[in-house]
Nanobody, 123 residues
Framework: EVQLQASGGGLVQAGGSLRLSCALSGFRFDDYAIGWFRQAPEKERERVSCINLNGRRNRIRSSYLDSVKGRFTISRDNAKNTVSLQMNSLKPEDTAVHYC????????????WGQGTLVTVSS
């Protein structure tokens, strides 16, 4: 059974940091990419970052939403079956429920989703 479990959300002041983790189980890592998404109240869900899980270090690929570039870093630990999102210099506009999700390396649709974790950034 494929499972993704997100954790690490919380309340932080503007300028602070949080680290989100997504624990993965039930699928072959090399075949998938993991994305972090967020959805703020009354806003569309948006993809914050994604990373492929290919085991070869020289084939790591990641991408970021423009508004988080330079502040957020996505990483993976295949040995621990986790993907993390380090969020620094947080802004109130980063406040949202954050989700991790998985898609096939060659697909375009995220088919497995974890439960959300709430990030609240106070001004």
């Amino acid at each position: 059974e494929v499972q993704l479990q997100a954790s690490g959300g919380g309340l932080v002041q503007a300028g602070g940091s949080l680290r989100l983790s997504c624990a993965l189980s039930g699928f072959r890592f090399d075949d998938y990419a993991i994305g972090w998404f967020r959805q703020a109240p009354e806003k569309e869900r948006e993809r914050v970052s994604c990373i492929n899980l290919n085991g070869r270090r020289n084939r790591i690929r990641s991408s970021y939403l423009d508004s988080v570039k330079g502040r957020f870093t996505i990483s993976r630990d295949n040995a621990k079956n986790t993907v993390s999102l380090q969020m620094n210099s947080l802004k109130p506009e980063d406040t949202a429920v954050h989700y991790c999700a998985a898609k096939s390396r060659f697909g375009t649709t995220y088919i497995y989703w974890g439960q959300g974790t709430l990030v609240t950034v106070s001004s």
